[in-house]
C-alpha cells in the first residue's frame, strides 16, 4: 500500500557523508537532522566538509546525552554513518548508548547477526563498489523474511559518485537485485 | 537576590505552587528593545540595524565603503540552447595586479552560476550564502535545486539589504542559468539595482563590449558563434582595460549542466598603429 520511496532509511547528511537508521523511525530522522545540523556547523566554522570522526563523535555524544537525564529516553535507533572526506571512504557505527566504533563492514536492526556473518565472508579489501553493491543486495534478501517482501534502498558515496552522497543509480539497484534472487535461488537449488 | 519561581508556569496564577510564584520571573523583569512587530521579520532579527560597531565611535565605518581586492568585468550572453559567462582571473590591489588566478566563475548549481565583479572578499562572502543554500537543498534530497531566477532574486534581496544598512557588497554580480529549456541572464548591483537581459556586461564590460554585443548578439546563435563573439569582447575588453590581464574564463551552462573551464589566453595583436603611438591624435598628451 505504502507509496514507493516514502519510507527512506538512507539520508544524506552533507554531499559527503550519509546516514543509514533501523530502528524508531522517527528517532531516526531526528537523528539525520541533528547530523546535518553538526555538518553545517562545522563547515560555517571551519570552512571546510566535517571529518567522518569529527560527526560521528559529536552524533554519539548529542545520542549519549539521552542516556543521563530521568526526563529523557535514549534514541531508538542505531545508525550507520558513511563519510567520504579526506582521509577516505569511513564507515561509523553509532549506538544508543552513545558508543561509536569505524568498521569495514557493519550492519545495523533485526538482521544484523546474520548480515555480520555474511559480511565477514567477504573480501572487503578487493572489493569495488560496484560488486559491493551486489553483495549488499544479496545479503539484505538473506536476513528478510520471504514472503514479507521488503524495499531495498541502496546509497553509495564512491569515486563514481563524485565522493558525494548519493541514491545507487535505479538501473543498477535494480540489476543488484535481479542479481541477488538469481544467486539466492541458485543456491537453494544446490541444496 | 531576585526570588527565582518553582515552575516556569506563572500562569497558574499565585498562590498554586508556593508563594514565590506571586513575583514575576527575572526574565519579565529584564527590560526589553521596543520592537515594531508590524516590521519585524519573522526570523526575530530587527527588521533594520546599523551595526552597532560601526557607530560605537560616533562616525560610521568606512572600511568597508570601498573596495580593496577587485575583479574587473564579467560579460554574458545567452544563445541558442544555453548561457555563456566570461571574464578574466584577476585579482587586482588598487592597480597593481595581486592575484592572477582568481576564479570569479562559480558553479551554484547543476543549472546556475555565477559571476562578479567587484570587491572579491564580499564575492567570496556572497558564495557562501549560495554554497550553503545548495547544501540544503542537497540534504533535502527531493531532487529540487534553486533556479536561476530564484539565485537572481535572492542575491537582489541580499545586496538590497546590505546597502541598507550602510554596509554594502561592492559586486556587481552576474547570475546566468538554463531552465525549462530557457536561458537566464540576470545582474545584481551593490545596491540591488538588477536587471534580466539577453546580454549582459559588467563594470567597464558595460561600455567595451555592450556594443558589440548589441551589434551582434542574436538568441538563436550556435556555441560557436556565441563563443567566438565572447572571445572578441572579452578581447575589446583587454586591450581597453588597464585592470585586466589576457586570462580568461568562460563559463558555459546549458541543459546538460555546467562546466567551468580552464584559464586561457586569446592571441593579441599590439602592432596597430594608434597603438604604437597613442598621442597621434591627442595633441598635448606624451
Not at chain 1, 538473506?142 to 541502496?154: A, I, N, R
Not at chain 2, 519579565?28 to 520592537?35: F, M, Q, T, W
Not at chain 2, 547570475?175 to 546580454?199: E, N, Q, R
Request: charged share 25%.
Amino acid at each position: 500500500m505504502l507509496e514507493q520511496h516514502s519510507n527512506r532509511r538512507t539520508f544524506p547528511v552533507d554531499r559527503h557523508a550519509g546516514l543509514a537508521v533501523a530502528g524508531v523511525a522517527a528517532d531516526g530522522r531526528s537523528i539525520v537532522g541533528r547530523a546535518m545540523a553538526e555538518a553545517n556547523n562545522y563547515k560555517s566554522t571551519y570552512g571546510e566538509p566535517i571529518p567522518g570522526h569529527v560527526l560521528a563523535e559529536r552524533l554519539a555524544s548529542y545520542v549519549h546525552l539521552f542516556n543521563l537525564y530521568w526526563a529523557y529516553r535514549p534514541y531508538g535507533v542505531a545508525s550507520l554513518l558513511a563519510v567520504y572526506a579526506r582521509e577516505g571512504p569511513q564507515l561509523y557505527l553509532v549506538e544508543p548508548s552513545g558508543t561509536m566504533h569505524r568498521y569495514f563492514g557493519a550492519a545495523v536492526g533485526k538482521g544484523r547477526q546474520g548480515a555480520k556473518n555474511e559480511i565477514e565472508k567477504l573480501k572487503l579489501e578487493e572489493m569495488t563498489c560496484r560488486e559491493g553493491i551486489n553483495a549488499v543486495a544479496k545479503i539484505l534478501h538473506q536476513v528478510h523474511d520471504e514472503e514479507k517482501g521488503f524495499e531495498l534502498e541502496l546509497a553509495w558515496i564512491c569515486e563514481e559518485s563524485g565522493k558525494q552522497f548519493q541514491r545507487v543509480p535505479q538501473q543498477l539497484a535494480d540489476e543488484a537485485d535481479a542479481a541477488a534472487k538469481a544467486a539466492l535461488e541458485a543456491e537453494d537449488m544446490d541444496d | 537576590m531576585l526570588p527565582r519561581p518553582q515552575s516556569h508556569s506563572a500562569a497558574l496564577g499565585p498562590g498554586c505552587t508556593g508563594p514565590s510564584l506571586a513575583n514575576p520571573t527575572p526574565l519579565g523583569l529584564e527590560p526589553r528593545p521596543v520592537r515594531h512587530a508590524s516590521q519585524a521579520p519573522a526570523c526575530g532579527a530587527e527588521a533594520f540595524v546599523v551595526d552597532p560597531v560601526a557607530l560605537a565611535n560616533g562616525q560610521p565605518r568606512k572600511h568597508t565603503q570601498y573596495p580593496y581586492v577587485t575583479g574587473t568585468s564579467v560579460l554574458g550572453i545567452t544563445y541558442k540552447d544555453g548561457v555563456l559567462l566570461a571574464s578574466d582571473t584577476l585579482g587586482a590591489y588598487g592597480s597593481t595586479k595581486r592575484y592572477k588566478a582568481f576564479e570569479r566563475l562559480r558553479k551554484v548549481n547543476d543549472a546556475c552560476v555565477v559571476g562578479a565583479s567587484g570587491e572579491l572578499s564580499d564575492f567570496q562572502f556572497i558564495m557562501r550564502l549560495l554554497e550553503e543554500l545548495s547544501d540544503d537543498d542537497f540534504c533535502m534530497d527531493d531532487g529540487h535545486r534553486l533556479k536561476p531566477a530564484e539565485v537572481h532574486s535572492y542575491l537582489t534581496r541580499v545586496l538590497y539589504n546590505r546597502r541598507n544598512k550602510m554596509d554594502p557588497l561592492w559586486n556587481s554580480i552576474v547570475v546566468g542559468g538554463f531552465y525549462a529549456g530557457k536561458p537566464f541572464l540576470g545582474t545584481v548591483g551593490m545596491i540591488g539595482t538588477s536587471y534580466t537581459d539577453a546580454h549582459l556586461a559588467t563594470g567597464f564590460g558595460n561600455h567595451l563590449a555592450r556594443p558589440l554585443m548589441r551589434e551582434k548578439h542574436r538568441p538563436d546563435m550556435s556555441e560557436e558563434e556565441a563563443t567566438a563573439l565572447m572571445h572578441e569582447c572579452l578581447k575589446v575588453c583587454y586591450y581597453r582595460d588597464k585592470n585586466s590581464i589576457n586570462r580568461f574564463q568562460l563559463a558555459k551552462v546549458t541543459a546538460d549542466g555546467v562546466s567551468v573551464s580552464e584559464p586561457f589566453a586569446l592571441e593579441t595583436k599590439w602592432g596597430y598603429k594608434l597603438f604604437q603611438d597613442p598621442a597621434a591624435n591627442a595633441v598635448g598628451t606624451w
